[in-house]
């Protein structure tokens, strides 16, 4: 590690105004994955300022519905927050999938959104990587590519953002307020993380200096939920996640009409994909195992594997109509009846361009 200064920031105006005016300066607030960054010599700020005592640690309740979340608040807190659990089960429960007990005590709101990828080659100095070091080349493209992206990537970058509470977050259709040396802003999570195009270096749009200093989520939706496929129970990044939030048209009915929905995949991407194309193929459908695996067809169309991650378009098939089954109370697929098993699942076509839906 080189040496740095620390400097504990008293108000939200200083700290934006020491980052922003300093390209070597960094926000530090839990430091769970900024200091494992400067110890692999990933990261080198030669100034952090920490954040995590500003006061923008708590959880307020709007009067017209809406959750506001201090970029401070623990992922420990905010996922046994009683709000959080009863109002926004995919948010609590993407918190709880995320990282450790230990880590969640002391990852923050901000942290969590502003993590960088776990690409094993971003995390090597030694080895070539685009988003490291631009125009050196990209190691995965050859190599280890297990955790890689299908949908979104670029011939530049491969990586996929490591986040799972981003991905709730997506569904639920938060937002993210963002105070800068011009003001605030304040900007749908979709739009917080991009796609790598020939810009992999850049994770999202914020301008260097700019502090997340809160989430907002809108109203809570009927139902919602978060699952995650790893390589093992505890500790462990996405090989795929899904997280819906779904509207139905009639609870009562034996098979209910889905009136709205929100879907977003984890482990895909570069950033947490919105699957705009399942979302249109299910609003107004009626909540079968075919208008589920409809729907993951549509999504997974230009899906593009590499050598090691193929495995991830049946993954996120499946996945996808367990959460939409558990959701909408609708049985699990009968074996027996033709065209509602896909266990293979189609490949994406060899010629298909670089998808840019959710850029
Ligand atoms: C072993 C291990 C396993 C993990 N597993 C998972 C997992 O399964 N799922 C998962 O989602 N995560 C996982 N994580 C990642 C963990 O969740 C993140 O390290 C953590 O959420 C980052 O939060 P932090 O507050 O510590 O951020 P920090 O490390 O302090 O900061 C992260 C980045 O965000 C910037 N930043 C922080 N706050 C702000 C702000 N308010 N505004 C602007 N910039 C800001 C910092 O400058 C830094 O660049 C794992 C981490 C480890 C070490
Ligand atoms: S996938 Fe992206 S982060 Fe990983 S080596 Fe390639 S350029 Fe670097």
Redesign the pocket.
């Known amino acids: 590690m080189i040496p740095f200064d620390y400097h504990r920031a008293e108000d939200v105006a200083s700290a934006v105004a020491l980052v922003s005016s300093n390209p070597e300066a960094?926000?530090?607030?839990?430091?769970?994955?900024?200091?494992?960054r400067m110890k692999l010599g990933v990261a080198q700020p030669t100034l952090l300022v920490d954040?995590s005592r500003l006061p923008l640690d708590t959880v307020d309740v709007q009067e017209d519905g809406r959750v506001r979340i201090g970029?401070n608040v623990r992922?420990a807190d905010l996922a046994a927050n009683t709000v959080i659990r009863s109002r926004y089960p995919a948010l609590s429960q993407a918190l709880l999938?995320?990282?450790?007990g230990q880590?969640r005590n002391?990852?923050?709101t901000?942290?969590?959104l502003?993590?960088r990828t776990r690409c094993v080659y971003f995390q090597n100095p030694t080895t070539p990587c685009n988003k490291r070091e631009p125009g050196t080349g990209c190691s995965a493209l050859e190599g280890y590519t297990r955790y890689h992206a299908i949908l979104g990537a670029s011939e530049d970058c491969v990586a996929t953002h490591?986040?799972?509470?981003a991905v709730a977050l997506a569904a639920l259709d938060a937002a993210v307020v963002v105070k800068g040396p011009a003001g605030e802003r304040v900007l749908p999570v979709s739009d917080l993380h991009r796609l790598p195009g020939n810009e992999p270096q850049k994770d999202t749009v914020l301008d260097h200096g700019?502090?997340?200093t809160a989430v907002e989520l809108p109203p809570a939706p009927a139902r919602s939920a978060y699952r995650k496929v790893r390589d093992r129970a505890s500790?462990?990044?996405a090989l795929v996640s899904v997280a819906a939030a779904l509207e139905l048209d009639d609870d009562d009915t034996a098979v209910p009409v889905i009136r709205d929905v929100r879907i977003a995949l984890g482990g895909v991407a570069h950033k947490p994909w919105r699957a705009l194309q399942a979302e249109a193929v299910l609003r107004g459908a009626v909540a079968t195992e075919a208008n589920f695996r409809a729907a993951a067809d549509a999504e997974l169309l230009h899906a593009e594997t590499l050598n090691g991650n193929g495995f991830k378009v049946p993954m996120v098939r499946n996945t996808l109509a367990a959460v939409l089954r558990d959701l909408t109370g609708t049985a699990g697929p009968d074996a027996s009846a033709p065209g509602t098993d896909h266990p293979e699942g189609p490949a994406g076509p060899e010629d298909a361009g670089w998808e840019d839906v959710n850029s």
């Open positions: 960094a926000f530090l607030a839990g430091g769970t994955n900024l200091v494992d954040i970029t992922n999938a995320g990282a450790s880590l002391l990852a923050t901000g942290g969590n502003l993590q490591p986040s799972d509470m700019e502090l997340i500790y462990a990044f």
